[in-house]
Structure formats: structure tokens, C-alpha cells
């Protein structure tokens, strides 16, 4: 990835309070790491021979205005034991924190919910903190210039298991932490800033404002086995104002959409609150598993919520537009998965992506897996970690368009063409199938009888035949009827992470959109999906869709099962199974006739012809398909081959591509 033209800025405007000595790397692995790290190297040695550095605190030198007061930063280490990555050198580890303060006068403020009621400080404005943990090159000026953030999913950090093969890790520091180098190889910071107030230690989180208002909390979950009591644990500690309310309402159905039965107040009550302050209920009946409960009452404890999305809109801004703070860059880029992708979409509809200077925030902004969700991130007694079939709110698509009740709004609304951050939308089968995501209404008319107009700015790609996030593989029995869906989608990020960057940089377009589309037919109702029959595998056109009079389309599937539309990768393409977006919950945890939250379903193929018949599968056997190892591998590389020309696999990544599909191989010929 090359770095942007221009020659990283040193930052000269800055207050320097040292407090403590940073930890020292003496390891072997450092002292060979050669000149390209070693001028970091000696830096660290020189103030822990002084005993002075570990706590950094900058303070603001910009006018009263300014959105960020400081950051603390509590400690600066090196990391994988010094390792040089490439041309970027070593990197370094900041962990800290960062005050903010906003005017709630402010224009660009305004969309906060109960700003204005928050204590203010002797400056007028409501301050609040945030966490800090950013990775970065140990001399800036090797990097590639662009601030790569996260939007951290209920605390944790998932940018290195995503892109660098690593396994996650909420304080990544060794070798293996960071993986085999991908982001660093590429010379990008990586940034997380808290913005989720209901996140416990050590999860990356924000101190949110207190506000005393009234207000009602509304909550709904599933049980997964019998039982007769219950943590909400997708509530913050909100707790009823009057536990023993009479008009407190606790409701029960089979299918989201149906009509609840209210269960006798007399039958249920609520308990002392969690260790963690969740609210918690008690059933003397029990609840069911795979039933749907809603819990709608009085609640006390409110935060303003919404700050932070002024968090993560002034830290982007302020790393980018300021030379004083110890994170810059000239670019920010923006991924945000699942619970954090439906931030991103809120983020963009509520205007943050202009900071209080209406500078961009963000140039690139990733939401990945959200469907058509938003979230309950922006509103009294909000509850970010909740998802389910609340998640979808209108608007859906990008341009203005008008609901069932006339009112009229796009996500995009608030932004002038010129102030449009470059978008990249991704999305797997679950987002289309279940769960109220409805994908498809991002990319069709609320009708659901039109595709509509994409901005040259956006590019939409379905991960086709994937679920939420990938299974480990080999697959294993889950809570599912079926296994559960290892479809790989890695590969495929890193290329459009590589092609989003150039966009920025160079000017040069990522690849078309790939996504089915109502006009060359590759999306349908659902009642006209020609899903084979396959023994045990469950109906998908019995599955509930978004609330009517909404359509529900998703992805129309091959004579396998197998989406026809999107990026296939090569496991796709040449398949040994067909691979879904749904899968119906196992008889254990109740209520079989309904998909499972999040997960697809891997339906392996027979091995041979025999073993096809006797099942009545009417899909070909492997045998049936391929001559051999070499041949389906064969078949593979030429698939991979294509994706790297199509600019959806990158050149480096076609052997592991190869060698991960001859592990599917031997696993299936077990």
C-alpha cells in the first residue's frame, strides 16, 4: 500500500509532562532488530536511564473551542519485542486516555440526545473521557500516513483477527498479537477510542455523562435453555424506578412480529441487580427456551449516550487536523463490524462525520455486516448493545427516500456532495436472512420493487455464501440443526482495505459493486428462492422477514443452494457444500422452526454417487464433480486467479487461499 505523496508532519506545538519510565525492551529479538528500529530502541533507553517516561499528558494549545482538552497517554511500549515490519520499522503501543468537552450550542452538537441536560464545567461545555490504544509505526514518518480506527465492538478489539491472521486480543504487545504483519507491513495507526459507556473494564470504553430524566427502557430477548431466572446483559444498569410497579409489562411470543401474550404481573418480579448492575428477572414458570420476552418499564440512570459519537468524530479529526496530540495522521479510514457497523450507519445519518470546523471526520468509512440496522445509540436510556429486529430504522439507503408514513430522509441527508466520505458497504447472507437486517434495503426501493442508484463515492459487495462472521473450521456442531458456516471472507477484506486505500490516495476506484440486484434477477422474495430440498436441513422460505408492509428479498441461490450474485470466493465458486445465511435453532434451545441469531449453515455434499442416492440429495457428489485432489485445487487456483484480477484477492494471497481450500479437501475425504 503505498503512503500518501507528502512527508509526514512532526508534530512541533506540543507540551511534554513526563511522569514515570516507559517498560523497557532489552530482549534479544529488539537488540538485533537492525537500524530500522533501532533509533526508537534508543529513545526508550534514554528516558528509562532518566527513570521519567510511561505517562504522557498533552495539552490542548488550540483556542477554547477546541473539541479534545487532552490526552493522557499511561503507557508507551514497544511491541513484538521490536520486530522491524518491512519499510515501516517497529511499532509502538500507546494506551491512555482522552478528555473532550462540547458545547451543546453547537450546531453540529445539536443531534445528541440530552446534551443540554448534562453538568457543564466552569467553561460552559460538558467534558467527559474516553479510552486511547493506538499501534503505530515508532517513527511516523515510515508510515503510510493514514489512521486505520475501529469503532471497538462492545469493547474489544477485532482489527488484527480481521486482517492480519492473529487471534484477537484485547492488549495486543507480542509477535503473535499482531499476526503475520498485514497493517504494519502496510505502515498504518491503528486507533480505538472508547464510545460505549456500558463496556466494563478492560474493554475499550467512555465515561458518558449522567443525566437525571425519566424515561421508559424497552428490551427483548431469547432464552437459550430452561429457566427461572434472568440477567438482561444487554441492558446497562438501569434499574426500575418502582420495582414493584403494576404497570410494568413482561410479554411473550413465538416470532418477533407476532402479537405478545402479557404475562400476570402476579408471576414474575424483578431481583436485586447483577454484580455488574444488570436488572434482573425472576419467572416462577420459567422461561422458555427459543421464546421471544420484552421487558418495558420505568427506569433510572440515564447517560447521554450520544456523546460518543462526538468522541469518535473529534478524536478522528483531531489526529488528522492536529500536529500537537501523539497520533497523527493525514488520513482516517473507518471499520466498523456488526454492532459497530450499525454505529457507522447511525454515525453518517446523524451528521458526525463533519466535525465542529465541518471538516470530514472520516475519508473512508467501512460498515461491514450491519444489514439496513442502526441502533439505539443516540437516545434516552439507550441500550448500544442491543440488537435483534430494533436494529432496523429507516432511513435505509444513502439517498432520500420516503417511508410508509411520508417522512422523507436519506443516510446521506445531512452531507453536501462535496462533504461525502467514501463508503464501503459489505455484507454476508445473514444480513439479507435474518435477524430484521434487511440488507436489501440499502440497495432497493422501500417497495422493494426497483434497485436503486448507487453515488460514485459508495461501492456495496455482498461476502457471498458467508454467515456473520465466519466459523472456525473445520466446522462443529453448534446450536444450530445444521454446522455452522466457515466460509472464508478475510482474503477478501485485505483486497478491498488495499483497494479503499488507493481510492483515497491515488483517486483510483475500487472495483464495481457486486450485490444481487432485483434487475438481472439474482434477488427475490423470498418465496421465490429455488433452495433444493435437503433432508434435515430445515425450509428458508419459512423464515420471518422484516416487519410487512417491508419486503423481504434476499440472494437467489444456484441449483446447490449457493448464491449466484456477490463475490464468490474460490471455496464458493468450487464448492464442496453449500453454504448459507440461515440456520434453524436445534431442538435444545428451543422454538426449531425459527433461524438462530447470526449463523449460517454448512450442507457438505455426499462423497460419492452412492452415498447422493441413498439420501435423495439432488445435488452432484464430489466424485460426481471433480477428478481428484488435484483437479478441485486446480479449479481453485484458477477461481483465486480470476478474484485477483477482478481486484477482490490480492496476488500474495492466492497460495493461502489454495492451501486453506486442500484443508477443506482432506477434511471432507476423512
Known amino acids: 500500500m503505498k503512503p500518501f505523496p507528502s512527508p509526514m508532519i512532526p508534530a512541533t506545538e506540543s507540551i511534554w509532562s513526563f511522569a514515570q519510565p516507559r517498560e523497557r525492551d532489552a530482549s534479544p529479538q529488539a537488540s538485533a532488530a537492525g537500524s530500522e528500529s533501532r533509533p526508537y530502541l534508543n529513545l526508550v533507553r534514554f528516558w528509562t536511564n532518566f527513570?521519567?517516561?510511561?505517562?504522557?499528558?498533552?495539552?490542548?494549545?488550540?483556542?477554547?473551542?477546541?473539541?479534545?482538552?487532552?490526552?493522557?497517554?499511561?503507557?508507551?511500549?514497544?511491541?513484538?519485542?521490536?520486530?522491524?515490519?518491512?519499510?515501516?520499522?517497529?511499532?509502538?503501543?500507546?494506551?491512555?486516555?482522552?478528555?473532550?468537552?462540547?458545547?451543546?450550542?453547537?450546531?453540529?452538537?445539536?443531534?445528541?440526545?440530552?446534551?443540554?441536560?448534562a453538568a457543564r464545567a466552569a467553561d460552559g461545555r460538558?467534558?467527559?473521557?474516553?479510552?486511547?490504544?493506538?499501534?503505530?509505526?515508532?517513527?511516523?514518518?515510515r508510515g503510510n500516513g493514514a489512521l486505520l480506527f475501529e469503532i471497538s465492538n462492545r469493547g474489544n478489539k477485532f482489527l488484527l483477527g480481521r486482517f492480519n491472521r492473529a487471534q484477537n486480543s484485547g492488549n495486543p504487545t507480542s509477535a503473535a498479537d499482531l499476526g503475520d504483519g498485514f497493517l504494519m507491513q502496510a505502515g498504518y495507526t491503528l486507533v480505538w477510542v472508547g464510545w460505549q459507556f456500558d463496556v466494563p473494564p478492560p474493554g475499550v470504553r467512555m465515561e458518558a455523562p449522567a443525566v437525571d430524566v425519566s424515561g421508559r427502557v424497552r428490551l427483548s430477548f431469547i432464552p437459550a435453555e430452561r429457566q427461572t431466572e434472568m440477567t438482561l446483559s444487554d441492558l446497562p444498569d438501569y434499574q426500575p424506578v418502582d420495582p414493584n410497579d403494576a404497570s410494568v409489562a413482561l410479554t411473550v411470543r413465538n416470532l418477533f412480529w407476532e402479537h405478545p401474550t402479557t404475562l400476570p404481573r402476579a408471576q414474575w418480579r424483578f431481583l436485586a441487580a447483577a454484580a455488574n448492575g444488570r436488572p434482573r428477572l425472576a419467572l416462577d414458570s420459567g422461561f422458555e427456551p427459543g421464546r421471544v420476552y420484552e421487558i418495558d418499564f420505568p427506569a433510572k440512570g440515564s447517560r447521554v449516550a450520544g456523546v460518543g459519537f462526538a468522541a469518535i468524530r473529534d478524536a478522528a479529526s483531531a489526529f488528522k487536523n492536529r500536529t500537537d496530540l501523539?497520533?497523527?495522521?493525514?488520513?482516517?479510514?473507518?471499520?466498523?463490524?456488526?454492532?459497530?457497523?450499525?454505529?457507522?450507519?447511525?454515525?453518517?445519518?446523524?451528521?458526525?462525520?463533519?466535525?465542529?470546523h465541518d471538516r470530514p471526520a472520516f475519508d473512508l468509512v467501512w460498515p461491514h455486516i450491519a444489514g439496513a440496522g442502526q441502533g439505539s445509540f443516540n437516545e434516552r436510556f439507550a441500550t448500544p448493545s442491543y440488537s435483534s429486529f430494533p436494529a432496523l430504522r429507516f432511513p435505509y439507503t444513502d439517498l432520500e427516500q420516503q417511508d410508509t408514513g411520508g417522512t422523507r430522509d436519506g443516510l446521506l441527508a445531512r452531507y453536501r456532495p462535496a462533504q461525502r466520505p467514501k463508503i464501503i458497504y459489505t455484507n454476508t447472507d445473514v444480513e439479507y436472512w435474518g435477524q430484521g437486517r434487511a440488507a436489501a434495503l440499502t440497495h432497493t426501493s422501500i417497495d422493494g420493487r426497483s434497485d436503486v442508484a448507487e453515488l460514485p463515492t459508495v461501492r456495496r459487495y455482498l461476502l457471498?455464501?458467508?454467515?456473520?462472521?465466519?466459523?472456525?473450521?473445520?466446522?462443529?456442531?453448534?446450536?444450530?440443526?445444521?454446522?455452522?458456516?466457515?466460509?472464508?471472507?478475510?482474503?477478501?477484506?485485505?483486497?478491498?482495505?488495499?483497494?479503499?486505500?488507493?481510492?483515497?490516495?491515488?483517486?483510483?476506484?475500487?472495483?464495481?459493486?457486486?450485490?444481487?440486484?432485483?434487475?438481472?434477477?439474482?434477488?427475490?422474495?423470498?418465496?421465490?428462492?429455488?433452495?433444493?430440498?435437503?433432508?434435515?436441513?430445515?425450509?428458508?422460505?419459512?423464515i420471518e422477514g422484516p416487519q410487512k408492509p417491508l419486503p423481504h428479498l434476499v440472494p437467489q441461490v444456484d441449483a446447490d443452494g449457493n448464491d449466484l450474485a456477490g463475490i464468490r470466493v474460490p471455496e464458493l465458486a468450487v464448492p464442496l457444500a453449500t453454504t448459507?445465511?440461515?440456520?434453524?435453532?436445534?431442538?435444545?434451545?428451543?422454538?426449531?422452526?425459527?433461524?438462530?441469531?447470526?449463523?449460517?449453515?454448512?450442507?457438505?455434499?455426499?462423497?460419492?454417487?452412492?452415498?447422493?442416492?441413498?439420501?435423495?440429495?439432488?445435488?452432484?457428489?464430489?466424485?460426481?464433480?471433480?477428478?481428484?485432489?488435484?483437479?478441485?485445487?486446480?479449479?481453485?487456483?484458477?477461481?483465486?486467479?480470476?478474484?485477483?484480477?477482478?481486484?477482490?484477492?490480492?496476488?500474495?494471497?492466492?497460495?493461502?487461499?489454495v492451501e486453506r481450500a486442500g484443508r477443506h479437501w482432506d477434511w471432507t475425504a476423512r
Open 580 to 657: 448459507t445465511g440461515w440456520n434453524f435453532r436445534s431442538e435444545k434451545i428451543g422454538n426449531p422452526t425459527t433461524p438462530i441469531a447470526l449463523i449460517g449453515s454448512y450442507l457438505p455434499f455426499a462423497k460419492t454417487k452412492a452415498e447422493r442416492e441413498a439420501r435423495h440429495d439432488p445435488r452432484p457428489s464430489i466424485e460426481e464433480r471433480y477428478h481428484g485432489r488435484d483437479d478441485y485445487l486446480q479449479k481453485i487456483r484458477a477461481s483465486a486467479l480470476a478474484l485477483v484480477k477482478d481486484g477482490f484477492l490480492l496476488a500474495e494471497d492466492v497460495e493461502n487461499t
Open 51 to 117: 527513570g521519567i517516561i510511561a505517562a504522557l499528558l498533552v495539552s490542548a494549545l488550540s483556542p477554547v473551542r477546541a473539541e479534545i482538552v487532552k490526552v493522557t497517554i499511561a503507557s508507551r511500549t514497544p511491541v513484538a519485542d521490536g520486530k522491524s515490519y518491512g519499510q515501516t520499522g517497529a511499532y509502538e503501543k500507546l494506551t491512555g486516555t482522552i478528555e473532550f468537552a462540547l458545547d451543546p450550542a453547537d450546531k453540529h452538537n445539536l443531534p445528541i440526545a440530552d446534551l443540554p441536560l
Open 126 to 141: 460538558v467534558h467527559f473521557t474516553a479510552d486511547l490504544f493506538a499501534l503505530q509505526p515508532a517513527d511516523p514518518a
Open 326 to 356: 501523539p497520533v497523527h495522521g493525514r488520513a482516517a479510514y473507518v471499520l466498523g463490524i456488526s454492532q459497530s457497523g450499525r454505529f457507522l450507519r447511525q454515525f453518517l445519518h446523524d451528521g458526525f462525520n463533519l466535525d465542529e
Open 464 to 542: 457471498a455464501g458467508t454467515q456473520h462472521g465466519e466459523a472456525a473450521f473445520p466446522p462443529t456442531a453448534g446450536p444450530g440443526q445444521s454446522l455452522p458456516n466457515p466460509t472464508p471472507q478475510a482474503n477478501v477484506m485485505r483486497a478491498l482495505l488495499v483497494a479503499g486505500h488507493r481510492w483515497v490516495t491515488e483517486g483510483t476506484p475500487p472495483p464495481a459493486s457486486r450485490h444481487p440486484r432485483l434487475a438481472d434477477q439474482t434477488l427475490t422474495p423470498i418465496s421465490a428462492v429455488r433452495f433444493p430440498t435437503l433432508a434435515g436441513a430445515g425450509d428458508p422460505r419459512t
